[in-house]
């Protein structure tokens, strides 16, 4: 079945820096677009940062220039480094996949992991 496996959540000072890791199974991971969400409690799932199939990449305005997506499609992984983090970046981060580029909506996503905490102490 398909599996979305997400690593390396923690608790960090602002500033500090993170590295998340998604782990894709059971599906064909080169031809999706990956992408990573956050949420933070009562609020919306929002789109961080999201990959294509050839690397090209999007990223919200609160995040630009200081997290950074890749993949690995030989290991089937996407990573998000998340650096200079700020309180505010405190939320569960998804990693999630999609067929089509033109997918922004969480509700266009087809797989979600269960979801990574981030805490960002100031």
């Known amino acids: 079945q398909v599996q979305l496996v997400e690593s390396g959540g923690g608790l960090v000072q602002a500033g500090g820096s993170l590295r998340l890791s998604c782990a894709g199974s059971?599906?064909?991971?080169?031809?999706?677009?990956m992408a990573w969400f956050h949420q933070a409690p009562g609020k919306q799932r929002e789109l961080v940062a999201r990959?294509?199939?050839?690397?090209?990449?999007n990223y919200a305005d609160s995040v630009k220039g200081r997290f950074t997506i890749s993949r690995d499609n030989a290991k089937s992984t996407v990573y998000l480094q998340l650096d200079s983090l700020k309180p505010e970046d405190t939320a569960v981060y998804y990693c999630?996949?999609?067929?089509?580029?033109?997918?922004?909506?969480?509700?266009?996503?087809?797989?979600w992991g269960q979801g990574a905490q981030v805490t960002v102490s100031s």
């Open positions: 999630a996949a999609a067929r089509r580029w033109t997918a922004w909506s969480s509700l266009e996503y087809d797989y």
């Open positions: 059971g599906f064909i991971f080169s031809i999706y677009v």
């Open positions: 990959i294509s199939s050839g690397g090209s990449t």
